[in-house]
């Protein structure tokens, strides 16, 4: 395959070509059925294999305990935003959210709509350059049913190196590096995430949520909006994103082929570190706003020491096939997203020519 150029995109992003490929090989005539996957019923021997093994792979690459569901569900991460209290706060319960940046934001501001919500830390004071330490959130109050979190923020590039140490159930929202590293599963009741980044295509969010907790979920929203109701139901509810949860299957066998879990882990360390050390050599060069126990392995921003300079050096980048450095709009400067597909050499070449346009432009 020629032509793929390295793509830094923050989600919808790089896919493993591998994946691409196989889909692109059945697409037309799926094991000759004689008909494309999207094409066919739901509920026909085809797609509920492969939605089943989908979800048992989910929950083996990932390391997940039995008392798990996964789910398969749409309206991206963001409509767990609201999920998320509607099923969990129950009367006289509340929803502790750690304020960590972009996304934190904007599971607290959905939150609020549905349950009494405070932020028993809140990185705005450090213009969100860092995650709490483990002991850092002091006592939760009474009543507290679940501390939610953002385990990295896509945008701001922080991630948790450590894990709350409280009391209560975690929720977190790992849409930005789904499948990256292992989680401690029995600090969870609930994880979500959007699949655009590490999973595959958009459409689709999976929830891993602790099957004991169902049983006391709040019933008086919609149908589609039950979590008891999907995992009674095994995703099939109603018509389920039949593509995502197909493509998904295939990233995860991919996945699973590299050495799973833990070589998705120490890759992205390895990826990550790349940069991390390209930009911290070039002596504030290259500026890593965030404190280093806290930077990201998926997101890593920069900026360069203007904004006419790093026009300059996204331009460049992308004449040199480094595609969408772009920071987010909302802060600027610059971001490179490199996800579990994100070839180690793409990231190599990015080093490469960061070092390159600072002899050129210094
Ligand atoms: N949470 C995080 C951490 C994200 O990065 C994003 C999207 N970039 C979202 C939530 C929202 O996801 P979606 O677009 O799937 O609703």
């Not at 922080?158 to 209560?168: G, H, M, N, S, Y």
């Not at 907790?213 to 999907?230: A, F, K, P, T, V």
């Amino acid at each position: 395959m020629t032509n793929r150029k390295h793509n830094f995109s923050a989600g919808p992003c790089t896919l493993p070509l591998e994946a691409l490929e196989e889909a692109q090989d059945e697409f037309i005539d799926y094991q000759g059925a004689g008909m494309s996957l999207i094409e066919m019923s739901h509920r026909g021997k085809h797609f509920v294999e492969v939605a089943e093994e989908a979800a048992s792979l989910a929950k083996e690459a990932f390391e997940v305990p039995g008392d798990f569901s996964v789910l398969f569900l749409q309206g991206g991460a963001m409509l767990q935003f609201a999920m998320v209290p509607m099923n969990l706060l129950n009367p006289g319960q509340k929803g502790a959210y750690v304020h960590s940046g972009s996304w934190a934001k904007g599971a607290i501001t959905d939150a609020r709509e549905y349950g009494d919500i405070y932020i028993p830390w809140d990185g705005s004071g450090h213009n969100f350059t860092r995650m709490p330490l483990s002991n850092e959130l002091g006592a939760l109050q009474d009543h507290t049913r679940y501390l939610h979190i953002t385990t990295n923020e896509t945008i701001g590039g922080i991630r948790f190196a450590e894990w709350p140490d409280v009391e209560v159930p975690l929720v977190g929202d790992v849409s930005s590096e789904y499948m990256a590293r292992p989680l401690p599963w029995e600090k969870f009741d609930l994880v979500y995430g959007g699949a655009q980044k590490n999973l595959g295509p958009a459409g689709m969010a999976v929830v891993f949520i602790r099957n004991s907790i169902l049983e006391s979920c709040n019933r008086n929203m919609g149908r589609y909006l039950r979590y008891d109701i999907h995992q009674s139901k095994d995703s099939m509810f109603n018509t389920p994103p039949m593509f995502p949860i197909y493509l998904f299957g295939k990233v995860l066998k991919w996945m699973v082929r590299q050495g799973g879990l833990t070589a998705m882990e120490a890759a992205a360390a390895e990826k990550s570190g790349i940069l991390y050390d390209t930009i911290d050599a070039s002596g504030g060069y290259y500026d890593c706003p965030v404190e280093t126990a806290s930077r990201s392995h998926m997101n890593v921003v920069f900026r360069l020491a203007n904004e006419d300079l790093e026009r300059k050096f996204l331009e460049q980048a992308a004449q040199a096939d480094l595609m969408n450095l772009k920071g987010h709009r909302s802060v600027g400067g610059c971001r490179a997203s490199i996800y579990n597909a994100m070839p180690k050499s793409s990231v190599e070449a990015l080093a490469r020519f960061m070092r390159e346009f600072e002899q050129d432009n210094h």
